[in-house]
């Protein structure tokens, strides 16, 4: 997933200067990046096992409350 953020941020750093459409393009994209990059990190916490999920202080309940929510959700 790194390489969605890396390329949030230069495009984030690109719509600096950017025309108004080009902005509203951009803020489409950044959206998208970040729904992909939040269900690509809740089916890393659905994988995860019960003693590595006790290890960051999760339960499982919780890992599976995070990992029902979907991907547009916070």
Same mark, same amino acid.
């Given at each position: 997933?790194?390489?969605?953020? !890396? ?9 600096? +200067? !950017? ?13 998208? /990046? ?12 659905? +994988? ?8 960051? +202080?999760?339960?499982? !309940?919780? !890992?599976?409350?995070? /990992? ?7």
């Amino acid at each position: 997933m790194e390489t969605s953020l !890396a390329a949030r941020r230069s495009f984030a750093e690109a719509a600096e +200067g !950017a025309s108004r459409g080009s902005r509203a393009v951009l803020s489409v994209f950044d959206t998208l /990046c970040l729904w992909r990059e939040r269900a690509w990190q809740r089916r890393q916490l659905a +994988g995860l096992s019960d003693h590595m999920l006790t290890d960051i +202080g999760i339960s499982r !309940a919780e !890992a599976r409350m995070e /990992c029902d929510k979907p991907f547009w959700k916070g």
